[in-house]
């Protein structure tokens, strides 16, 4: 992109943001480590080395050997531990912080945020990373990816997107919000809303005595890596960005192509349109996937709407009218997608 468009874009974003959110103080309120922490998904989630191993097999057995399976357990989730730095006495060493940041007035504006660095007695500021976490998941299901960070040497840190994790009271409020969003279009709850609470954020981290301010990378999984990115480029503070993100059509064409022998021949820049373009994926009719990770709002529109089955007008209507109902929004996306 010229740099033209993202300057364009960042004072597009700007103007958007001043409108809709009200200055407010950034606070620090001191929080507590959550042992509980709420997933928005059937079945929940789990850490465990052996089931991840497990999973694999059992993917690879039905992928190979056609056995028929139940589609419902590849969407267990796991998380298994990451490779750390070999440091023995690693959980003494850890240490962690648990606090949120006001970012605007309301029950929404106190951003959750979990910190993971290791104890260090020189004062030498490190480098600090971002870590955004998927749909329906919260900021501990991060924390063995955060734990490898920090046994790296860097201040890693994990926040609950907007109505998720702390964020929530049960399964079902993201959900909600979504659907509130496009009946009432007062609030962006899949993305933009998110991405201002990353620049308050950013405010914060630069200040930190312990990070080098120079060095603050943003990274995120799923609608985490949507948050990375958009964050990244509408505040320069975050000086690298590496979203992690399924493209829109995961396996037919790539699939296709390898029948051919052609896998490698995808252009890369065919892939960057894949993997953010909302508007790629309805032109090309490639959006099922992103609507299947937040259907409910999809369905309501689709009833609201009178029809029978969700197609490329209610998806169209559902991005532009309730997740980037503003014009800004609107041109800013066209900037982008
Ligand atoms: C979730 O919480 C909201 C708001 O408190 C409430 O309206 C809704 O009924 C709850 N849903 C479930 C499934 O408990």
Not at 3 to 17: D, E, N
Request: charge should be neutral.
């Amino acid at each position: 992109m010229p740099p033209t468009s993202a300057l364009s874009f960042f004072s597009s974003f700007a103007a958007v943001v001043l409108l809709k959110f009200l200055p407010v103080l950034l606070c620090v309120i001191p929080g507590k480590p959550v042992n509980d922490p709420l997933y928005q998904e059937f079945p929940k989630p789990i850490f465990s080395e052996v089931i991840q191993l497990l999973h694999k097999l059992y993917i690879f057995v039905s992928a190979h050997f056609l056995v028929p399976f139940d589609r419902r357990y590849l969407s267990i989730h796991v998380m298994a531990s990451c490779p750390k730095e070999d440091i023995p006495n690693m959980k003494e060493l850890l240490q962690e912080q648990n606090f949120y940041l006001t970012t605007e007035e309301g029950e929404q504006g106190r951003l959750p945020v979990l910190v993971l660095s290791m104890k260090e007695t020189d004062k030498k500021k490190r480098p600090a990373i971002v870590f955004l976490h998927s749909t329906n998941k919260c900021k501990e299901w991060l924390r063995p990816l955060l734990q490898a960070y920090a046994s790296r040497g860097y201040i890693a840190v994990a926040i609950d997107s907007r109505y998720h994790g702390e964020r929530a009271t049960n399964t079902t409020t993201y959900r909600d919000a979504l659907i509130s969003s496009w009946k009432k279009g007062d609030t962006m709850p899949f993305i933009y809303d998110t991405v201002w609470d990353l620049i308050k954020l950013a405010d914060y981290l630069t200040e930190r005595e312990d990070i080098d301010s120079s060095r603050i990378g943003i990274t995120g999984e799923s609608l985490g890596g949507m948050h990375a990115w958009f964050a990244a480029f509408a505040n320069t503070r975050y000086a690298v960005v590496v979203p992690t993100i399924g493209v829109q059509d995961p396996y037919l064409n790539i699939r296709q192509r390898e029948d051919k022998g052609r896998v490698t021949d995808i252009p890369i820049g065919d892939l960057v349109m894949r993997l953010q373009g909302f508007q790629w994926a309805i032109e090309h009719d490639q959006w099922q996937a992103r609507v299947d990770s937040i259907k409910a709002v999809f369905e309501e529109a689709r009833s609201d709407l009178g029809k029978n089955e969700i197609d490329k007008e209610v998806v169209q209507k559902v991005w532009h009218l309730n997740l980037i109902h503003h014009t800004q929004y609107r041109s800013l996306h066209h900037a982008l997608c």
